[in-house]
């Protein structure tokens, strides 16, 4: 299965209902950013709609609700942590399976997530767009 299928499938189950209304809060916060960075790229001469404007926006700012990312981080290292004192028969080192998690997956994580985001503002774009638009008069 491909990272999209899985992302879908979550989606569809209804599993990432969570991103759906982080991305919601986010472009309220972040509408005014995300219109001057609009404005940023006219200046340069390229044209920029909206939808162009958020999916930049996001995959440049990368991350929607960093409390809850980093929650997500953590009870990821927790089970690898658990999966090491398995196959070892002993507790790990704490502080050594966070830093092994954070050399091995951590990008890696991050990208799925920034993936998972992106596709969730795909699937609900006219959504968030008249959110966007609702709150900047832009279009």
């Not at 953590?74 to 028969?89: F, P, S």
């Not at 966070?98 to 991050?110: E, F, G, L, N, V």
């Not at 920034?114 to 968030?128: G, M």
Request: glycine share 6%.
């Amino acid at each position: 299965m491909s990272t999209i299928d899985d992302i879908r499938r979550r989606y569809e189950a209804g599993q990432l209902e969570d991103i759906r209304g982080d991305l919601e809060r986010f472009l309220r916060a972040h509408g005014p950013r995300i219109a001057c960075f609009k404005d940023e790229q006219r200046a340069k001469g390229v044209e920029v709609d909206d939808e162009l404007a958020v999916k930049l926006y996001l995959i440049h700012y990368r991350s929607i609700n960093p409390r809850k990312e980093i929650q997500d981080q953590l009870e990821e290292i927790r089970k690898e942590a658990w999966i090491r004192g398995i196959n070892t028969g002993c507790a790990p080192d704490p502080q050594e399976v966070a830093q092994d998690w954070a050399k091995k997956y951590s990008a890696a994580w991050r990208d799925h997530r920034i993936t998972t985001i992106v596709y969730v503002f795909e699937r609900d774009k006219e959504r968030y767009l008249r959110l966007l638009q609702s709150m900047t008069g832009g279009g």
